[in-house]
Structures are given as structure tokens and as C-alpha cells.
């Protein structure tokens, strides 16, 4: 029977035959196409707020269950059992990426995430990999993607990730979460030389990985500059955006070559400063925290992508009716075409899976009496 199960997944594990998409509402929105009702997923949709990622999770180390393809398929699915969400994101981590650079990191329950040994001078950057072999030391991800695509059974579309260049710098100097990244900070105005070097070596492999995930069989990938809001909109056009437009012109030419066409989604939290240059950097769609204003938002993109996010996560504290006025307003606020309903960031452990719900059903009840019910008149 465990010869026969690991025998299926063996097959499944190739990035090939995968079952019929039957809902593309995401895939459609993020294009710029109709869609008959808005679709939705929330970030850190498979995690701690549900009992059952909790169970699942219990006593394992984190990142042995991100290097697990049968625990990373199982987690990123737990959601899509229990909401009617348009979208799923595998389970993993942006931290898998300094890893395979060389950086140790441990996931210390309480704490978070914490490099042992950080970047601290320019000179340690010869501790990092000069080759990195994307495909062995990032495998157990591509092999996650694969299986996952293959078990969601075309359920919803299937999104992988990664950390964008000056996030996943600043984790790797700081080692851990940070109130004011500083240090990293320190770097941009001490180091400026060698921090393009790191922002450089972070983007090659950054491209590498998101190929990587597409051969896998995901299909969009979003870049997440967590840590955008800490940098002025100079040091932001100095030290990320011109990276997020590299990943995206790079891994679209290399994809355009395989005849792959996959949307990507770009989030610089608290970048409401960039937008403009957002829109206008080869990403499809821009998803957007809640402290921008969605008209606001339309305008300052002029239609040229879709947009996603941006309720205040906070507002899931709310009761259920209260929830659908916030959705309503919002809806009304970006539309209902070309755009993607989400949280302006990660969901809470604490949140009730019930608010999430409410969440899941306004949106797609709200869009479709906006669109009429949803009748013909959108094809
Ligand atoms: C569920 C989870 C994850 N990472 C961490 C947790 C909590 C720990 C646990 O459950 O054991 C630790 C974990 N990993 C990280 C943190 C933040 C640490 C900090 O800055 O304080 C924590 C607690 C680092 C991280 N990790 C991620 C980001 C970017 C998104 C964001 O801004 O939240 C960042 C900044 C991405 C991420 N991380 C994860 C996903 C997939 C799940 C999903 O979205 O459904 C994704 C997309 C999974």
C-alpha cells in the first residue's frame, strides 16, 4: 500500500499531464480579461489560523515541512477545503532562498525566523555560494509545486512565490524580523557598492527560481517586497524596483521562449510611494496594502494593470455584516474587473476561519449583483 502510494506520487511528480483548470476567474482578472464575478485568495491563507494546518504542523520543524513536497501539497491545500477561494499558494517560505545560498536559517517557534550567523561586513558576502544550483538546492519546492498541481486536481490555479531582492537582503543582514531595519538600512548608505552586488546575486537567483516554479507547473508568480515600506521613495528606486523590473523582463523573455504566458503579481508593502513605477514594471498585477485608497489606486495605475488586495486584515475582527459593508465598499472602490479581491497582507494566527469565509462569500457575492448576477453580458 506505502509502496504503491509513494509508486503515484513518483508519476504525479512529473511536471506534465496536469487535470483541466476549471476555474481561470484568477487567471482571467490578472490578465486584464472579464470575469463574471471577483475573484479571491487572502496571503498566508495556509496557516496558523486554522486548526488543522496546527495539528498538521505540530512538532515538525518548519523548514523540514517546507523540504516535505507530500507536506507542502497537504498544507497549501487545507484552505481550499474549507473556502471558495480562486486561487491557492504552494506552502513555502521566501527564506528558502537564502538558504540555498548558503545562510543558515531556523525557524525558532516564539521568535521567528533567525540566521544564526548574518551578513554583518561587506567581506561576508564571500560566504555565500558563488554558483547556485537552483535546481538541486531548490528542488523539494519544484517538486512541491508539481505534486500540488497535480493533487488541487484543477480545482483553482496554483500560485508560487518569492521573496523580492531587498526583502530577502534585509533579512539576511538583520536575521530575523526587524522594527526598523536598520541594519540593512546601514548598508544602502555605508555600503551602497556592495549592497548592489548582494541585490544582484539575489536577482539572478530570484530568476532562476521563478523559472524553476513555472517549469514546475505554477501558474502565476508573485514577488513579495515585504520590507519595501521601510526604504524612501529614493532609496526605493535605487535598491528594489530596479530589480523587481529585472526579475520580471528576464523571467517573461525566458518564459515567451518556452511558450509559457504566466501573470505575475508584484507587492511592495507600503511602496504607495512607487505605484506609478509599479505599474509601469512588466508585472501584470499590483497588489496593494490597505493604506492605499482604491480610486486612488485606478487612477494613479490608469488601467494599464490589474490590481489586488487591500482590506485591512484587522477588519476580519469584525462581525459578518460588517465584514460585507467593508467588501462592498471596496469592490466599489476598485470595481469589479481587472482586479483581484485579497488582504492588504498576511492573515493572523489568531483570526477566526469563519471571518475568512465571510470574507470569501461577500466578495463573490457582491461581484456578481454588481455584474448584473453574473448573466451573459460578460464573455
Ligand atoms: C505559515 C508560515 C509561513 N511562514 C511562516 C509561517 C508561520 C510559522 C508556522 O506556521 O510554523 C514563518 C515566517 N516566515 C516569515 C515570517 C515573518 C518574520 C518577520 O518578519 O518577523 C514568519 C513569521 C518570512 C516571510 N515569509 C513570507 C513572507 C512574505 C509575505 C509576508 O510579508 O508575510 C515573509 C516576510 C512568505 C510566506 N510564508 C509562508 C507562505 C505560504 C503560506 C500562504 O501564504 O498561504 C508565504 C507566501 C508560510
Redesign the pocket.
Same mark, same amino acid.
Given at each position: 500500500m506505502a509502496a504503491a502510494m509513494a509508486m503515484s506520487n513518483a508519476v504525479l511528480c512529473e511536471p506534465k499531464d496536469f487535470p483541466v483548470l476549471k476555474n481561470d476567474t484568477f487567471l482571467r482578472a490578472a490578465r486584464g480579461q472579464q470575469t463574471q464575478h471577483v475573484p479571491v485568495w487572502?496571503? =498566508? &491563507?495556509? $496557516? =496558523?489560523y486554522l486548526p488543522e @494546518?496546527?495539528e498538521y504542523?505540530a512538532g515538525k520543524d /518548519?523548514f523540514d515541512?517546507?523540504r516535505s513536497p507530500e507536506a507542502c501539497c497537504e498544507?497549501?491545500l487545507q484552505?481550499l477545503r474549507r473556502f471558495d477561494f480562486d486561487a !491557492?499558494?504552494? @506552502? !513555502?517560505?521566501?527564506?528558502v532562498v537564502p538558504q540555498a545560498m548558503g545562510l543558515e536559517v531556523q525557524?525558532v +517557534?516564539g521568535k *521567528?525566523?533567525t540566521f544564526p550567523d548574518p551578513l554583518k561586513d561587506p567581506e561576508d558576502l564571500q560566504r555565500l555560494k558563488t554558483e547556485v544550483d537552483v535546481k538541486k538546492e531548490l528542488d523539494y519546492v519544484f517538486k512541491a509545486i508539481t505534486l500540488t498541481r497535480h493533487k488541487i486536481e484543477g480545482k483553482v490555479p496554483l500560485i508560487g /512565490?518569492t521573496?523580492a531582492p531587498w526583502?530577502l537582503m534585509a533579512?539576511m543582514i538583520e536575521g $530575523? *524580523? !526587524?522594527k526598523t531595519q536598520s541594519k540593512a538600512k546601514a548598508w544602502l548608505y555605508r555600503h551602497p557598492a556592495a549592497s548592489h552586488m548582494l541585490l544582484k546575486r539575489l536577482t539572478d537567483v530570484v530568476v532562476d527560481y521563478l523559472l524553476g516554479q513555472a517549469a514546475a507547473g505554477a501558474q502565476a508568480l &508573485?514577488v @513579495?517586497d !515585504?520590507?519595501a515600506g521601510f526604504l524612501g521613495p529614493q532609496e526605493f528606486k535605487e535598491f528594489s524596483l530596479p530589480y523587481l523590473r529585472d526579475i520580471a523582463r528576464r523571467v517573461k523573455d525566458r518564459l515567451k521562449e518556452t511558450g509559457q504566458d504566466l501573470p505575475m503579481i508584484v /507587492?511592495a508593502?507600503d511602496a504607495h510611494y512607487a505605484l506609478e513605477d509599479l505599474s509601469q514594471s512588466y508585472y501584470e498585477v499590483v497588489s496593494l496594502d490597505w493604506t492605499i485608497d482604491p480610486r486612488s489606486a485606478r487612477e494613479r495605475t490608469g488601467g494599464s494593470v490589474s490590481l489586488q488586495g487591500n482590506m485591512d486584515p484587522c477588519a476580519l475582527y469584525a462581525p459578518k455584516e460588517r465584514i460585507s459593508e467593508v467588501v462592498q465598499k471596496m469592490l466599489e472602490g476598485f470595481g469589479t474587473q481587472r482586479y483581484v479581491a485579497n488582504l492588504g497582507? $498576511?492573515?493572523y +494566527?489568531d483570526m477566526d476561519p469563519a471571518a475568512v469565509g465571510a470574507f470569501v462569500d461577500a466578495v463573490h457575492q457582491h461581484s456578481r449583483r454588481m455584474n448584473g448576477d453574473g448573466g451573459d453580458k460578460l464573455q
Open positions: 487572502c496571503m =498566508r &491563507q495556509a $496557516g =496558523r @494546518f496546527k504542523r /518548519f515541512t517546507c498544507l497549501t484552505p !491557492s499558494i504552494i @506552502f !513555502s517560505d521566501i527564506l525557524m +517557534p *521567528g525566523p /512565490f521573496g526583502t533579512y $530575523g *524580523g !526587524s &508573485q @513579495f !515585504s520590507n /507587492f508593502k497582507h $498576511g492573515l +494566527p
